[in-house]
Each structure stands twice: as C-alpha cells, then as structure tokens.
T-cell receptor, first 114, second 115 residues
C-alpha cells in the first residue's frame, strides 16, 4: 500500500508572501500521478495541481507550482503571492497509473495573515 | 448536474440509528467513490463503483456499512446501528474514467454526527 506523508499539520503565511507545503510518498511503482487538493471551510475539495511521474517538468498553475523530486519521492507545493482566499486545508494525494484509488496525506492547514 | 451533489449536508443522529447518505455524481461519470474524513485526518477510502462492474468494497470498516449505486448514477451509503466513532464527513467523488490521469471531482460532503 502506498503511504503519503504530510509532515506539517499547520502553516502560516503573510499575505503576498510565499509558503511551501511538503509531501513525501512511498511507492515501488514507476508510473503514477500526484495531486494537491484544497479543502476550504465549505468542505468542497478542489484540485489545485496535478503531476504525472513520467514528466520531469514541474507542473505550474498560476500562483501554484510544485517541486517534484522523483528519486527522493517528494512532491512539495509552493503558493506564491499568498491571498486570503488561499486559506484552507491542503491534501497531497497519490495514485498509481493503473489503479483507481487515491491515497491521501493527513493534510496541512494553511492560514493567511492579512 | 454541473457538480457532485451530496445530501444531507449535515446529519445528527442518535447512537444505534440507521442513516443513509446520498450522492448524485456528474452526469456521464462512470466511476464513483466514497471517502471518509474523520476530524483532523486525511481521507480514508471506503468503496468504489465503476460502471456495471462489481464494486470494490475493501475500504468499508465494518459490515454495518454498505453502499449501492442504482442505474449507474445515484449512490447511497448506508450505515446501520451507528456508533459514535462513525462521526465524520463522508465525501463522494466521481470521474469519467477509472484510472490514468483522470481527476476526481468531489462533492461538499455529508457531515455525520452520532450522539
């Protein structure tokens, strides 16, 4: 079974600053997908960014970018120019390329200070 | 519909009662998932439906939990004889395909509180 670890239960960032959330995972697979989901107080899980393991280039979506280190099995999320609306719980998730189950980390709560 | 719809949004029940939670996936999505999110924890896989195939029930925590999906669309998660440890948010998600790069779209969840 795959294990996804988020070692930071909480992170705080000043508005307009940058924050980086860490995620590591354990797998013997070579082909898989990694995701970051955002869960605001509304509970609606929203996909932030997705990375395919066979792509070396780090994925970027506007102010969100990842640092994917396949050998180290690390997948961190960087939020640049943080906004108040970024305050939420962020979950890292893993799925093998030939599987349908997503395995989630325990989440990191991000607080944005005005 | 435009998104995954779940009902009820919140449910408070007494220990020992049965509850039903409903999920209406995005039209055309053949894959449907149920996850459980306990307070301060990540998401725990419960059950998976794909088209007309037999569901993967490997994540159901006990035989008090069951789920069905009628007509390949709406799904109902039933918890019988609820216990306090069943208190959690139950999230439903759907996707177009079962594997690959497909993305799960989640509903807003049903928060269950067992007194």
């Amino acid at each position: 079974a795959q294990t996804v670890t988020q070692s930071q239960p909480e992170m705080s960032v000043q508005e307009a600053e940058t924050v980086t959330l860490s995620c590591t995972y354990d797998t013997s697979e070579s082909d898989y997908y990694l995701f970051w989901y955002k869960q605001p107080p509304s509970r609606q899980m929203i996909l932030v960014i997705r990375q395919e393991a066979y792509k070396q280039q780090n994925a970027t979506e506007n102010r969100f970018s990842v640092n994917f280190q396949k050998a180290a099995k690390s997948f961190s999320l960087k939020i640049s120019d943080s906004q108040l609306g970024d305050a939420a719980m962020y979950f890292c998730a893993y799925r093998s390329a030939d599987d349908y189950k997503l395995s989630f980390g325990a989440g990191t709560t991000v607080t944005v200070r005005a | 519909g435009a998104g995954v719809s779940q009902s009820p949004s919140n449910k408070v029940t007494e220990k020992g009662k049965d509850v039903e939670l409903r999920c209406d996936p995005i039209s055309g999505h053949t894959a449907l998932y149920w996850y459980r999110q306990s307070l301060g924890q990540g998401l725990e896989f419960l059950i998976y439906f794909q088209g007309n195939s037999a569901p993967d029930k490997s994540g159901l925590p006990s035989d008090r939990f069951s789920a069905e999906r009628t007509g390949g669309s709406v799904s109902t998660l039933t918890i019988q004889r609820t216990q306090q440890e069943d208190s959690a948010v139950y999230l439903c998600a759907s996707s177009m395909r079962q594997a690959g790069a497909n993305v799960l779209t989640f509903g807003a969840g049903s928060r269950l509180t067992v007194l």
